[in-house]
């Protein structure tokens, strides 16, 4: 498979009030094209930044940004503004969590994608008119031609969602950031939201990054699951071999920590006692240390290097499930 | 969905709470009356956990808050440990919400941002006249150890410095300090992340066992309800499909609005794909119904018969209820 996307030993850091943060810590992560890959975490674990940031979109003097992007061999880090912005749509695209506040609320919907049709692709604002209903009917909106002159909040959450993924296909992206895509969404809509995602970069041979918290979203839409915890990828497997061969105890816990239908009724469910890192201290030891069941005194001196199984199983802990 | 009917109550001497035939309206933009709730009709015995599931606009949330009258309703009783609330007025109804008491989804906002969580959870004894000072306090380091807090490091802290699962505890605390009969949760973890939604669930057990409470949890997601369940309820555009337990729910669904909904939930398993009967479409507007059964325009079963008549909850057996004319094997 080729290279599409590259992020080499990637450290964002923010300028706080509380000093240095650092929410994401040296992440490598490479990205074939048409592969679906997953960034799975709990609130603070970088996995958001993590996307931002590679899509070029947090910049300006309080970001401090080490390492490396590239797409398609291209260094994203070094752009200036008007440079990253060409990139934008036609290479890569982003889909975020709450369409309401991504959409323009003062402008229909029809004249929201001329900005990528028309300035972007330079068509004739006609074609643009029928481009987009095209792409509507692309992503399964119930009646195009209505929904074109309608403004956002006259439409429901999942609705918005298909509105949002259709302009974000418009130029024909080669990799699609989908950042928490159906978390806002109800579990029907949110089937129908996975349902679409998955034939798109099908029919479009695009990559696709989704960044959820939820395991069970990922689970039957990627190759590929990176498991990201304090701003550091801790397990990076194929989908199957994650689950099957899952090596951080942290990844187990989340697991265990999911409601799922099949799980025997009026059993407790295994929570995860503690909090993450501080992600303004240094780290001297395993994130999950603290937290963990297996710890020992190693687990909480030293730093665990990301270590890899043999077959691209990579893992960030000193005593995996199932040994080395 | 839909259906009407009170099949489902149980003759128990007294319930901790009986709703029958509860009807809330809203006004829509037009002057016309839109039903929100449209006849529902349930009853929780005493330590019993009832969960409401049901899509975005299906009435839950609604149904929870005409039951604690925070709305007014239009028709219908509500009797909470043998009073009927909905005819109560002013100082009346006042006396009787001590029994009563609720949880929100957002716990962030639902704290007074100026207040110190000692006193946020003090309040209500202070408001009711609970106990000397002294014995507030306790009251209050008792609360807060229960819910997994330490009363020494969170007291005089103000709820921004916590995180949403941490709020979310303040709240439970909050909630109990009245010592009421029936909780109210509407949707409480589901602003949380996966990992801390089941600290919160595993908190509502243990505070349910030891307070001897009675839950109402409202949630749209049916997997996180299957697991703390006894009895689960399925809305849809304000009517009552389907009540069951929740292993009849998850292993065989006898709505197809259930099923659907059940064959929604993501799998956390990538060899099992593609189980899914997913359903299309979105639920139809509530201020113009579909005739007969409400579900009936996106149902796979439906006929002409479930256009023409309101299907009634019918017994099942075993404690399980369905308003289906056709319903699955």
């Known amino acids: 498979m080729s290279r599409l996307f590259e ?146 909040h006259q439409l429901s959450g999942g609705m918005r969602q298909r509105v949002m ?91 265990e920590s999911i409601p799922r239908l099949d799980r025997k009724i009026g059993d407790r469910l295994p929570a995860i006692g503690g909090t993450p890192p501080d992600p303004t201290l240094a780290r001297t030891s395993c994130g999950f240390a603290d937290r963990c069941t297996f710890a020992t005194d190693k687990c909480r001196t030293e730093h665990p290097p990301l270590t890899d199984a043999g077959n691209g199983h990579m893992y960030r802990c000193f005593f995996p499930l199932g040994g080395k | 969905m839909a259906g009407s009917g009170k099949a489902h109550l149980r003759n128990t001497a007294d319930p901790v709470l009986r709703v029958e035939d509860l009807v809330v309206e809203y006004g829509a933009a037009n002057g016309e009356k839109v039903q929100a709730v449209s006849g529902v009709s349930l009853d929780i015995i005493a330590g019993e956990t009832l969960s409401v599931v049901g899509e975005s606009g299906c009435g839950k949330s609604t149904l929870a808050k005409g039951i604690l009258q925070l709305i007014a309703t239009a028709s219908g009783s509500v009797v909470i440990n043998g009073q009927e609330i909905t005819k109560l007025k002013g100082n ?115 505070m349910k066992e030891r307070y001897g409470l009675s839950l109402l949890f409202i949630s749209h997601d049916l997997s996180v309800v299957r697991t703390i369940s006894d009895r689960i309820v399925v809305m849809y555009l304000g009517k009552i499909c389907e009540v069951a337990t929740p292993a009849t729910l998850s292993e065989k669904p006898r709505h197809h609005y259930t099923h659907a909904l059940v064959s929604s939930v993501p799998i956390p398993d990538p060899t099992k794909k593609n189980r899914r009967a997913v359903l299309q479409g979105e639920p139809p507007s509530s201020t113009n119904p579909p005739s007969g059964c409400r579900f009936r325009t996106r149902c796979p079963a439906a006929t002409e018969l479930c256009a023409n008549e309101e299907p009634q909850l019918r017994d099942m057996g075993g404690g399980d209820f369905v308003a289906c004319h056709h319903p699955r094997a």
């Not at chain 1, 995602?197 to 990627?222: F, P, S, W």
């Not at chain 2, 009251?139 to 921004?160: A, F, H, I, W, Y």
């Open chain 1, 165 to 255: 993924i259709a302009m974000a296909i418009a130029c024909n992206p080669s990799l699609l950031f989908a950042d928490e895509p159906t978390t806002a969404l109800d579990v029907t809509v949110q089937a129908q939201v996975l349902e679409l995602l998955g034939d798109l970069r099908e029919k479009l041979n695009m990559a696709m990054v989704i960044v959820t918290h939820d395991l069970g979203v990922v689970a039957g839409y990627t190759d590929r699951i990176a498991v990201m915890y304090g701003g550091e990828i801790v397990e990076l497997a194929t989908t199957p071999d994650l689950f099957a061969n899952t090596k951080m105890p942290y990844t187990q816990a989340l697991m």
């Open chain 1, 7 to 152: 992020i080499e030993n990637l450290e964002i850091t923010f300028d706080t009030a509380r000093g240095p943060l650092t929410a994401v810590r040296g992440v490598s992560l490479v990205i074939n094209k048409g592969e679906s890959i997953g960034i799975v975490g709990e609130s603070g674990s970088g996995k958001t930044v993590m996307s931002r940031a590679s899509m070029g979109l947090l910049r300006g003097r309080r970001v401090k940004r080490t390492g490396s992007v590239k797409l398609e061999g291209q260094e994203l880090l070094t752009l200036n503004n008007d440079e990253i912005r060409g990139l934008w749509g036609t290479k890569m695209a982003m889909i975020f969590q709450d369409p309401m506040t991504a959409l323009n609320p003062v402008r229909r919907v029809g004249s929201q994608f001329n900005e990528s049709l028309v300035k972007r692709l330079g068509m004739s604002k006609e074609d643009a008119s029928k481009r987009t209903i095209e792409l509507l009917t692309l992503v399964r909106m119930p009646e195009p031609e209505k929904v074109i002159a309608k403004f956002p």
């Open chain 2, 92 to 206: 009346e109804l006042r006396e009787a919400r001590p029994n009563m008491q609720m949880i929100f989804q957002d716990s962030i906002s639902s704290l007074d941002p100026h207040m110190k969580v000692s006193a946020l959870i003090e309040q209500p004894l202070k408001v009711w006249n609970r106990g000397t000072e002294a014995e507030r306090k306790a009251k209050v380091n008792d609360l807060l150890q229960s819910v997994g807090l330490d009363p020494e490091v969170v007291s005089q802290r103000k709820p921004t410095e916590f995180s949403g699962g941490q709020c979310q505890r303040i709240s439970i605390a909050r909630a109990l300090a009245l010592e009421p009969k029936l909780l109210v949760c509407d949707e409480p973890v589901s602003s949380l992340d996966v990992s801390i939604q089941a600290q919160i669930l595993n908190i509502l057990q243990d």
